[in-house]
């Protein structure tokens, strides 16, 4: 027999008549006595290319106590009982692959022990979960079933996890407390550092204690990972934040050796990626056997304890097994050798835990066949019940994109019309500034973040200090009315910024969060695009996250060359699910954002930097509910000959061209578009019926640019009304040059709209 645990059972009291279900007795453990060398259990090879397990060892803040675990007969035949249905299910969706029943496996095998532990010393439906596709066996010990789990494999309409959305093993569960997984390794990291830190926020907001937000005071957030999903940038950033505001985040590395067919050695330095985060402060490192069920029970229990008390996040590193090969799609055969897959054989969980209960004398070989062969009809009736199963309506394709309940384009939202506005005219900044204070006074659930947004992170020095309140000074005077929580300052990081918004906004925040440029968006994309847009949608409905980007966008600024200049706004609004707001003056800035922070869509609210401070643009203030509705564009110029649709900075370099040509004649109506996501295609429509011939105007590039949408739709729709093809003034294809000159001639001027105004009336 090999490797051994020696377990201290607790008799079985004499009135028990049922299982035990709760929790593991947990006590100090003593030193244990020496074992002979004759005594001691045969030690399991290890693979050569991958660290042997190291023993369970506590670092950080404060050592903690080796503690042992107290399990009675009951509790361990369970945590038997759950690995081997976590294997079984695994083993009944190859064959269910093999018969092409379905269309995806990826296995859970090898990591059952430590994943069972963790639902042992976790609690559902009171904790949070972000699983990743390993997790089979967590979820089952939280309380999903092995139908709900077929369900998703079979693509079934009643799927929890995703309603036949998202391939099998992506978990997510409503009432467990299972926030809806993606694909990309790593996204999840952020948002359940933003989980833990909504927690944190709101016990310091005094508004919301009597509000609705539900947040328990010693709740924890589990996240877990592959050793692979250590080498993503994502990783490194929410363990900064997390062990820097002392969040109760679980991080578990569940380390097979393989990132599909890359080792550990090759992914990591040193091959240990524990060794790597020693030294990050306020964090408890757990080292364990994971495939060892008692070791890792005693494990989970002391990170979960230290989360818990508040003492900050815990990361367990657990060393497992992968007997499988990574999914149905590969062949570890073709880069693992027969010998070290024979080892990993020989530390396989289940098998060894049966050798346990056997020696132990917790169970025979005769009770253990009985408790497979129970737990093999429970899985071959799930997947009959699941084969049965009606596929989602097709029809219902396109629901969950929006949210159903609230509509940023209806009429609710749209409070424009006669509108009173009073006091001295103020800039786009002052206005967005005014939007950003009277909704925080009216929401507490809003907080504002992002790199500088604050006043001064260091609040001692307010008194003392002007202050910065972003480096546009949008978001002036926000910390000082509603002080550090709710307004404050992140890493230097992109996606650190919207994966902890996704996060917040998950719980009942609303994240205002501020991307200070347009052009360093991008290493949020994969945050962007894979988890914000497209929460709502792969989880049929079940979880969104409707959290608001505000970003500085464009040109026109001289100096601002290639990384400060861009305005590639058709990479975004192309994305599904995601709002797209660009507002060209100040008092529009205003009604959208309202909007855009009211609404319960995700939104990009694209703010113009060289429009921030024009004369020409300001106005007076609104009043505080002044919200215009998304998808509503705005005439600005009234004329019969031609039509400009457009948006940005070239709404009033369109007016100056206009301007121009009317001394020829020429008279040109201008729609402002004001949002992209979704636009106002009937207005477009009335124009163009009005005066058959129309430019589509903007700073994009011509190619690919978001004009081309506008203008393919026209020709197609609305040919019939055509006197002339569809003009687009466009940038060039081209990246923005930092010398003046040669700026003016990237980006399109007012002589450009000109030009094109009068080529077109004379068609």
């Known amino acids: ?19 035990t279900d709760g929790p593991p007795v947990v006590e100090e453990k003593k030193p244990a006595p020496t074992r002979s060398a004759a005594a001691a259990p045969k030690a399991v090879p290890q693979p050569a290319a991958q660290p042997t397990a190291q023993p369970a060892v506590a670092s950080g803040p404060a050592r903690e106590k080796q503690k042992r675990v107290n399990l009675s007969r009951e509790q361990m035949l369970q945590f038997y009982r759950t690995m081997y249905l976590s294997r079984r299910i695994d083993d009944k969706e190859i064959q269910l692959k093999n018969q092409n029943k379905i269309f995806f496996q990826i296995s859970g095998a090898g990591h059952e022990a430590i994943l069972v532990a963790a639902g042992m010393v976790l609690k559902p439906a009171y904790d949070w979960f972000y699983p990743y596709y390993r997790d089979r066996a967590l979820c089952l010990q939280l309380g999903m079933t092995p139908l709900e789990m077929l369900l998703s494999a079979v693509g079934a309409a009643r799927d929890p996890n995703s309603h036949g959305r998202q391939m099998p093993s992506h978990w997510g569960h409503k009432k467990l407390n299972i926030v809806s997984q ?46 692979g999903t250590t080498s993503e940038g994502e990783f490194w950033e929410a363990l900064n934040t997390a062990c820097n505001l002392k969040l109760p985040v679980l991080f578990l590395v569940e380390d097979n050796g393989y990132a599909i067919s890359v080792p550990v050695e090759v992914q990591t330095a040193g091959g240990d990626v524990s060794k790597l985060v020693e030294n990050f402060p306020n964090l408890l490192l ?33 060393r497992v097994i992968r007997p499988y090969s990574h999914s149905l799609s590969d062949d570890e055969r073709l880069y693992r050798p027969d010998t070290e897959r024979a080892a990993d054989a020989e530390r396989d969980p289940i098998k060894r835990f049966a050798s346990v209960l056997v020696a132990q004398g917790v169970a025979n070989e005769q009770a253990l066949q009985q408790l497979k062969d129970e737990v093999d009809k429970l899985v071959t009736e799930a997947a009959d019940q699941a084969l049965a199963s009606p596929q989602p309506a097709t029809e219902t394709v396109l629901t969950h994109i929006y949210s159903p309940d609230v509509d940023p384009t209806s009429k609710e939202f749209d409070t424009e019309d006669g509108a009173e506005l009073s006091g001295n005219p103020g800039t786009m900044v002052d206005l967005i500034n005014r939007a950003m204070h009277t909704e925080m006074a009216r929401d507490p659930r809003i907080v504002v973040f992002g790199e500088d947004v604050a006043d001064c992170s260091r609040e001692e020095f307010l008194g003392e200090v002007k202050g910065k309140g972003g480096v546009f000074k949008v978001t002036a005077n926000l910390q000082r009315k509603f002080g550090g929580v709710r307004v ?19 719980r009942g ?44 966008v464009g040109g026109y600024l001289k100096g601002g060359a290639v990384y400060h200049s861009q305005s590639g706004v058709s990479t975004f609004t192309q994305i599904p699910g995601l709002r797209v707001v660009y507002p060209s003056n100040a008092l529009d800035a205003n009604g959208l954002l309202r909007t855009a922070i009211r609404c319960d869509d995700p939104v990009l609210f694209l703010e113009h930097k060289h429009l921030y401070r024009q004369a020409y643009n300001k106005s007076q203030y609104p009043p505080d509910n002044f919200m215009i509705p998304f998808g509503k564009a705005k ?13 940005g900075a070239l709404v009033q370099r369109s007016i100056v061209a206009a301007k121009q040509v009317e001394q020829e004649g020429i008279s040109v109506e201008i729609v402002d578009l004001r949002s992209l996501q979704p636009y106002d295609w009937e207005a477009i429509v009335a124009t163009v019926k009005k005066t ?36 687009r003034v466009a940038a060039l294809d081209s990246f923005v040059a930092y010398a003046p000159q040669l700026e003016d001639v990237i980006l399109p001027q007012t002589s450009d709209v000109a030009t094109a105004i009068a080529e077109i009336h004379r068609y």
Not at 488 to 506: C, D, H, K, Q
Not at 522 to 549: C, F, T, Y
Not at 635 to 647: A, F, M, N, W
């Open 488 to 506: 404050f300052n992140s890493p230097l990081a992109e996606a650190n910024i919207v994966g902890r918004a996704i996060g917040m906004a998950t």
């Open 1 to 19: 027999m090999t490797d051994l645990k020696v377990l201290k059972l607790v008799p079985k009291p004499k009135s028990e008549a049922k299982p």
């Open 182 to 227: 993606s694909s990309p390794t790593g996204t999840q990291l952020l948002q359940a550092v933003g989980n833990a830190e909504a927690a944190y926020r709101a016990k310091q907001i005094k508004e919301l204690k009597k509000n609705a937000v539900p947040f328990k005071n010693d709740e924890v957030v589990y996240v877990s990972v592959g050793d």
């Open 286 to 318: 757990q080292r364990c056997d994971g495939t060892d069920p008692i070791e890792s029970l005693e494990t989970m229990q002391r990170a979960v304890n230290y989360c818990r008390e508040r003492r900050g996040p815990a990361l367990v590193h657990a």
């Open 692 to 727: 058959s011939k129309v430019i589509v105007a903007h700073e994009d590039s011509l190619s690919w640019g978001y004009g081309s949408e506008i203008a393919a739709r026209i020709s197609s729709e609305l040919f019939e009304y055509l006197d002339a093809p569809v003009r």
């Open 509 to 552: 925040l609303k994240p205002v969060a501020e991307v200070q440029f347009f052009d360093y968006i991008w290493p949020a994309m994969h945050q962007i695009r894979n988890e914000l847009a497209v929460m709502r949608w792969r989880s049929g409905g079940d979880w969104k996250s409707p959290a608001v980007l505000r970003v500085p």
């Open 635 to 647: 005439t600005v110029r009234e004329g019969k000959d031609l039509s400009i649709v457009t948006y």
